[in-house]
């Protein structure tokens, strides 16, 4: 879908953090599906990072994006517990942090046990997870976008630092960024969808809008219908 194409009334289905819940993103999928048979096809669906960590299904998740099952195009952007993923891979040092974020769930949904003394089985749970990720799954966290542009709408997991261009955002900011952003008022040229941190009820402001719902804590999985013309809806599952 080109900014041309979206501005011509097509729709973008913007998911919010799935954390390893399963469940929840099938009946997303479902959702999206009714809907675009309800109101016509040529939509695209964002997913906005975190798929995994803290729920029981990390793997399974990434198992059904990593083939894209949206009746839609599709783009996937990368969040900062895939970040921790990545980087678990290559250095396991960092495995004792990112544990504390929920990374021992994703471990066990793939099948790995860390036994015994943590620094003494990071290597080790590191070369099993390595072994057990198959070549789709670790592809497609390699290949995840760090944001999105179309029409007046621009995606990224955390959100975006205010006074630098959209174009010259890091990827640091793209994944971890909170307090300067959330707190902020300014125009950032267009309305930034993110996730990152939980709230209650999708967030709507005139600069951004928070879809993420909790998922793996409160069992809602929302995703944003989002379009030029008419105001932001949402589903919620």
């Known amino acids: 879908m080109t900014d041309a194409d979206f501005a011509c009334g097509q729709r973008i289905f913007a998911i919010g953090d799935i954390h390893g819940r399963l469940d929840l993103l099938e009946r997303a999928i479902a959702a999206i599906g ?21 729920g029981p299904q990390s793997r399974g998740v990434i198992d059904r994006l990593s083939d894209n099952p949206f009746p839609t195009s599709y783009v996937a952007l990368r969040g900062n517990h895939e970040d921790y993923l990545v980087r678990f891979l290559g250095d396991p040092g960092i495995g004792p942090h990112w544990f504390t974020q929920g990374g021992q769930e994703t471990l066990r949904s793939y099948g790995v046990q860390i036994a015994g003394p943590l620094a003494a089985n990071l290597t080790r749970a590191c070369n099993q997870l390595k072994a057990a990720l198959p070549a789709s799954h670790l592809a497609f966290l390699n290949g995840l976008n760090f944001s999105v542009s179309r029409g007046r709408y621009f995606f990224c997991h955390a959100g975006v630092r205010p006074g630098v261009p959209l174009s010259r955002q890091s990827e640091h900011d793209l994944t971890w960024i909170r307090g300067e952003f959330l707190e902020s008022t300014v125009d950032f040229g267009k309305i ?13 402001r005139p ?29 919620a599952v």
């Open 34 to 54: 009714r809907d675009v048979a309800a109101h016509g096809p040529a939509a695209l669906t964002v997913t906005i990072g975190d798929y995994i960590d803290r």
């Open 192 to 204: 930034v969808v993110h996730g990152h941190t939980p709230v209650p009820e999708p967030e709507v």
């Open 207 to 235: 600069n951004r809008i928070d879809i993420d719902t909790g998922a793996f804590a409160t069992g809602r999985l929302t995703c944003a219908v989002l379009s030029e013309t008419e105001p932001p809806r949402f589903l």
